[in-house]
């Protein structure tokens, strides 16, 4: 039996959209352009979905991109109080790319005004890096492991070792690289915005 406490896995989501919509799995996956038997290993929590299949769905069925990783229920009114959610690595959204591994963390709560992210830093330059960061809100980097260079287009690059940490304005251009002499570094990130749709945005710069 599945811990009533844990957060809905992606097989559950999909059933419940399936479900809301009165659609069998034939008439998703042509709506999806996902194959039957795939989608039916994923509600089985057999299977799970690259972030372009996640991407994909998103699209073609019209739902945000945020309401993949928890559904509840029907209710989408933010409940402002009482809330709370224990976030864990191992409960935690993963999403790889080639600068970074990004762990979202306590991704049951939806229309979250901050979001909580464990980040692995793999880039070493600001060349290396490419084209600088920009999503909407802003942010607070907290270095857990290693050493790591801010390159932002206003400001000169600064170094932040072990135990110290940056805020930034997120609508600012911005990258975060390993500094000279290590391997990678992990930071404990806190994007926020007062608009709705944050997590969108954030996910949109994976594509």
Known sequence: ??????????????????????????????????????????????????????????????????????????????????????????????????????????????QKRMIPIITRIRAHSAREFGDLVRHQGEEFIFVLEGEVEIHTEFYDPVALKTGQGIYLDSSMGHAYVVAEGYEEALVLGVCSSADDGLMDSLMSLHG
Request: net charge positive; aromatic share 6%.
């Open 1 to 110: 039996m599945a811990d009533r406490g844990a957060p809905p896995t992606l097989g559950t989501v999909m059933k419940s959209i399936r479900s809301r919509n009165g659609w069998t799995l034939k008439e998703m996956s042509a709506k999806s352009g996902i194959p039957v038997s795939t989608l039916s290993k994923v509600e089985h929590d057999r299977l799970t979905l690259s972030y372009d299949k996640l991407q994909q769905l998103s699209q073609r069925l019209n739902i945000r991109m945020s309401d993949l990783f928890a559904e509840d229920e029907g209710d989408s009114s933010p409940r402002v109080t009482g809330r709370r959610s224990v976030g864990t690595i191992d409960q935690a959204v993963r999403v790889t790319t080639d600068n970074y591994d990004y762990h979202y963390l306590c991704t049951d709560l939806r």
